[in-house]
């Protein structure tokens, strides 16, 4: 079995899951103004799901264009590294926009 594409979906979703889960808290949470009988308060995160999906994006070309064979192990680290990067990133330019 080989682990390599198990690591690259592996991280895909798992940062999903916490992209998600961030954007979710924050924009029903301690940012925001509460308003009555609404779900997501503040749509300005959606942004972060935004730039997280584009980092995904990139990240599953690259690895879709190459034989996973030929792909070695410091490539998917990077990569991974340079998605879970995308949350934070997201969030530093969703909150400029929060008032």
């Known amino acids: 079995m080989n682990m390599k594409p198990f690591l690259v979906i592996g991280n895909i979703v798992g940062s999903g899951l916490s992209a998600f889960w961030i954007f979710y808290y924050f ?3 301690p940012l925001v103004k509460s308003r009555p ?3 997501v308060v503040e749509p300005d995160f959606f942004l972060l799901l935004l730039i997280w999906g584009a980092g995904a994006y ?3 070309r690259y690895f ?3 034989e996973w064979e030929t792909v070695p192990y410091v490539d998917i680290v990077m990569t991974s590294l340079t998605l879970w990067l995308t949350i934070p990133l997201g969030f530093f330019i969703t909150t400029s926009f929060v008032h």
């Open 27 to 29: 924009s029903n949470g």
């Open 58 to 60: 990139f990240v599953w």
């Open 64 to 66: 879709s264009k190459r």
């Open 37 to 39: 009988r609404t779900t």
